[in-house]
């Protein structure tokens, strides 16, 4: 198959080498020259684990090309797919739509043949028949079907994910699009991955739906932890206890900061902002929504209060700042909100992260940067953990209590016991955990 992937970001370029990888002919166009340069010269503009020899390997093979240039490939091309940003409209909360409309405009006029032009981008019910209907008025005689196939991948173990997905979803309006679509992901039917065809506005809400209730669930369990606290209960215990029951599942229980990341604050808001305009609100997730916000100041809070209630002219060091380990992304990361209240408050923040501080500095103002999670803790009068980078998980905790003014550990990620950290000599903080613990 020939196929074309607009945009390429995280989704966009992780999808579009895998399809090459997986036979197809694929070039992944974005208007981002310098993305688009940099890839051509062998380079990868994300930190995703794996990719750089996945793009390398199929580049070498001729499967996959970079471009600038839609019109030429999309001419040629069975499948279109629509991976470009879905960000939050600024002002009113709905997803951003423009950078979907735009491409749209742009393969309308450049198709040839009959093609089939696919939202991977997470966009609100509905937008596949807006572009059905912007396709149509750009070029009246084009030939083509518009599906939904929105992306589930994770970043950080996004091959993996794409190639060997929970299920794969298609929502489809005209029958013409399905065999394009069976074809596009053939090795997976044949590895047994659960496809399922759908309706097109069904697909679509099925991964706002999807990401709503994963960050229901990540709130959750973040609020069951505030009440740990309080009670004496220890939420790593209570998470087992309940994921153990497979009705509840123990994956997305893990206490921590509050989510961030490139979707899941997005896609809940504008989900919200869907239902409202139908008048069919989301209470649960309006909540979600609103608690998961204060969350990420709440940890500044906490951590102040750790340092006792005074943090102005104190060095912490941070280790960790995207929002997630294994990328690069720091789009919504709890670390922004995190820096931002403590510097606001007159700390001196001193921060690490293995991939993620280029991406930061834009971002977080007037801090400094270590070369290690042993440089941050340097003189430092707390240590806060708040992305649980592998590489964050066997600290020498001895060595760091060394280097610091003042020995404490706020673990905002719950990846060190209490216990662990007082036998080094550290006063510890953790998320959800009574203060005596075994
Ligand atoms: P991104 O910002 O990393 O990439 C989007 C790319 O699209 C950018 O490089 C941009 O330059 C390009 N672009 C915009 N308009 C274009 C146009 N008209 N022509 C060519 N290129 C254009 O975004 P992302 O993280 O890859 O997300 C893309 C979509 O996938 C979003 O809707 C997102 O919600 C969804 N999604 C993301 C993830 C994730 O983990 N990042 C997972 C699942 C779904």
Known sequence: MRIVMIGSGYVGLVSGACFADFGHEVVCVDKDEGKIAKLREGGIPIFEPGLDALVAKNVAAGRLSFTTDLAGPVGEA???????????????????????????REIASALKKFTVIVTKSTVPVGTGDEVERIVRETNPAADFAVASNPEFLREGAAIEDFKRPDRIVVGIEDERARGPMEQVYRPLYLNKSPVLFTRR??????????????????????????????????????????????????????????????????????????????????????TTVAVND???????????????????????????????????????????????????????????????????????????????????????????????WDAFRALDLKRLRDRMANPLLVDLRNVYSPAEARAAGLDYVGIGRPDAEH
């Open 78 to 104: 069975d499948v279109v797919f629509i991976g470009v940003g879905t960000p939050t409209r600024r002002g009113d909360g709905h997803a951003d739509l423009s950078y979907v409309y735009g491409a749209a």
């Open 201 to 286: 506005r069904t697909s679509e809400l099925i991964k706002y739906a999807a990401n709503a209730f994963l960050a229901l669930k990540i709130t959750f369990i973040n609020e069951i932890a505030d009440l740990c606290e309080k009670v004496g209960a220890d939420v790593q215990e209570v998470s087992r206890g309940i994921g153990l029951d497979n009705r509840i599942g123990s994956k997305f229980l893990h206490a921590g900061p509050g989510y961030g990341g490139s979707c899941f604050p997005k896609d809940t808001l504008a989900l919200v902002k869907t239902a409202q305009d139908h008048d069919s609100p989301l209470r649960l997730i309006e």
């Open 294 to 388: 204060q969350r990420k100041r709440a940890m500044a809070r906490k951590v102040t209060a750790a340092m006792g209630g005074d943090v102005r002219g104190r060095t912490i060091g941070v280790l960790g700042l995207t929002f997630k380990p294994n990328t690069d992304d720091m789009r919504e990361a709890p670390a922004i909100s995190i820096v931002q209240a403590l510097t606001d408050a007159g700390a001196k923040v001193r921060a690490y992260d293995p991939e993620g501080m280029e991406a930061a500095k834009p971002l977080l103002g007037d801090i400094d940067y270590a070369e290690s999670a042993y440089q941050a803790a340097e003189g430092a009068d707390a240590l806060v953990l708040v992305t649980e």
